[in-house]
């Protein structure tokens, strides 16, 4: 049957993609030309699939052509994602992807990921901007796919070992910060025909669900309510994906403090997570209880026709996702969980649903350092003197000269600290600080020791060895190159040793520190110089993205920049 898949894969795909993919380098004579607009118009489908962009966004996205370093196609998404495609296509669905076409793609994302632009064909070096936006964000997430029409479900034990040798060596982040910043996912031929199948005419979804502690409203609509395992919740996401979301106002936002603390969750007490999450809420055209169970409470089962989950996507696709991991005991996850009928309701009633279900604004962890009497104390010390230190997420607070908020503070603090780890934690997930707002790295920088003098001192020194950093980069002949990745990547770094150096710790709690009585400038430029020397050395390949995020190498670094200091 693969043959005849197969066939339906290509109708399907160059229906969708054909005429909107740049095809200008194919030429009519072209003996390969029905294959290689085949293999373009997959590759769109993998990133219009894994992202849920508009077709549009994901034919722009190909990239594929002559000196494409054996990638197809790449595309940042706005939930901060960088997607990174290579499409083979095979007419007969014979054999596997080469383990030599795998080596190529692998060797051409390191090369992206390093910045050498110089060996890629022009259409992947027009993304260079977006690419380097992606690189400089310190949230980002590289997402690898290898999307085939060969039959074979697992690749070549070569094959598998260059992806996880890439993956081991992007990653790069050690035991202390096991997330992964890189992954990898093979669209095989038959999960293609699956989701193509799924996709046609859009099909609606309809699921059979089991509710322990189930109960019923049945004035004035029908509803049900209960608990759904976690393990069902992933076999959804397995299964179906972000059309789980179709008629949610938001699909999957990427990784957020929330989804860390879904995931933390998960991950260490996954039998508290029915008291920790707020649920799930889904409405479909019918409910159906069956006979199973009888009257009895304790276990439903049901029946939904067109069935869409309109509140909850972050959680449903945090424990989706969270089903890769093998130790994590999804069968112990307790989602509370609403159902809505829609028939015999009136009409619009469904949209109504979703907005009011959606109009709650997110708790985050750092929502509740306003409430800490440190921050309370230290904010009223900076309102004497005119300074307003913000304490709250706000649509309408802007950064100015004199004001600043609890994030900039953080990071400053970190970096005045001389800590390294601290600095990791600054630069790789600013939210482990308020995980813990009574003890840990929390308490280390926001102390009764901090005034609110020292606070904007540092505040200051960090704005200005960053505008300062800036201006290198706009200095730099081009955009790339591993001088250009310690300036974006090894910043925090940079602000750490200089304060260091300079020995300012003290001096930043002084009335009258001033930034102009130091010679900053001189002093980034040999450190940021002596990093770039040591990376050479050390870590000539490494994807400095993840290398600064990896607290055990970036003490080693900044180990050598003292000792060389010490050696001067």
């Known amino acids: 049957m693969s043959v005849v898949h197969i066939q339906q894969i290509k ?19 072209d003996k390969e030309k029905d294959i290689k607009i085949t293999t373009r118009c997959l590759a769109a489908y993998a990133i219009h699939y894994a992202s849920g962009c508009s077709e549009q966004e994901a034919a722009d996205a190909v990239v594929d052509g002559s000196d ?32 030599g076409d795998v080596s190529k793609f692998c060797r051409g994302v390191k090369d992206l990921i390093n910045e ?22 310190f949230n980002t997430k590289y997402v690898l796919i290898l999307i085939d029409t060969h039959a074979q479900k697992q690749l070549a034990m070569h094959a598998s070992r260059f992806i996880e040798d890439l ?4 990653n790069n982040n050690g035991a202390e910060n096991p997330d992964p910043v890189f992954s990898f996912n093979r669209i095989s031929q038959s999960i293609i025909h699956e989701s193509l199948a799924k996709k046609a005419g859009n099909t609606p979804i309809d699921v059979t669900m089991s509710l322990s502690a189930w109960g019923k409203i049945s004035e004035p609509y029908i509803g049900y309510y209960g608990a759904v395992s976690g393990s069902e919740i992933a076999d959804w996401w397995k299964t179906y994906g972000d059309r789980l979301f179709d008629k949610n106002i938001r699909k999957v936002l990427g990784k957020t ?14 039998e508290r997570f029915w008291y920790y999450n707020n649920g799930i809420t889904i409405i479909a055209d019918k409910i159906e209880k069956s006979a199973f169970g009888g009257g009895n409470r304790d276990l439903g089962s049901f029946r939904l026709t067109n069935f869409a989950i309109i509140n909850g996507a972050q959680t449903v696709s945090t424990i989706g996702k969270s089903a890769y991991n093998a130790e994590n005991k999804l069968e112990n996850v307790n989602v509370h969980t609403r159902i809505i009928q829609l028939s015999e309701t009136p009409e619009q009633f469904g949209e109504e649903i979703t907005k009011a279900n959606n109009r709650q604004n997110r708790i985050e962890n750092r929502d509740f350092v306003s409430q800490d009497p440190e921050q309370i104390r230290i904010r009223q010390e900076l309102l ?12 309408i607070y802007t950064p100015s000269e004199k004001s600043f908020d609890i994030t900039e503070a953080t990071v400053a603090l970190a970096c005045a600290s001389g800590r390294t780890s601290l600095v990791v934690n600054a630069k790789s997930n600013i939210g482990k600080f308020y995980e813990n707002l009574q003890r840990g790295i929390y308490k280390e920088i926001f102390n009764s020791t901090v005034t609110g003098c020292f606070l904007y001192n540092c505040i200051q020194l ?35 040793v200089c304060i260091k150096r300079l020995n300012l710790k003290e001096r930043l709690a002084s009335i009258d520190f001033d930034i102009t009585s130091y010679d900053i400038d001189s002093v980034v430029d040999q450190i940021s110089n002596e990093i770039v020397d040591y990376l050479r050395t050390n870590y000539q390949d490494s994807f400095l993205a993840t290398l600064f995020k990896n607290a055990t190498k970036t003490d080693e670094l900044v180990r050598s920049l003292l000792s060389a200091e010490v050696a001067q």
């Open 11 to 29: 109708n399907k795909v160059c229906d969708a993609f054909a005429a909107k993919i740049d095809t200008s380098d194919i030429t009519d004579k």
């Open 116 to 137: 050498k632009f110089d060996r890629f064909n022009s259409k992947i070096q027009e993304k260079a901007p977006i690419i380097q936006q992606a690189l400089g964000a």
């Open 68 to 99: 494409d370093n054996g990638i197809d196609a790449i595309f940042y998404s706005n939930e901060g994602e960088l997607y990174i495609v290579q499409s083979k296509y095979s007419q007969d669905g014979s054999g596997e992807p080469s383990s």
């Open 257 to 270: 403090d929330v989804n860390d603390s879904i995931e933390k969750t998960i991950k260490d007490c996954p």
């Open 462 to 496: 960090n704005r200005y060895v960053e505008n300062y950093l800036k201006k290198k980069v706009k200095q730099l002949p081009r955009k790339a190159g591993r001088e250009y990745g310690v300036l974006i990547h090894g910043n925090r770094v940079i602000e750490m």
């Open 384 to 395: 004497i003197d005119g300074i307003e230190y913000n304490l709250m997420r706000s649509e």
């Open 167 to 170: 993956l081991d060596e992007m």
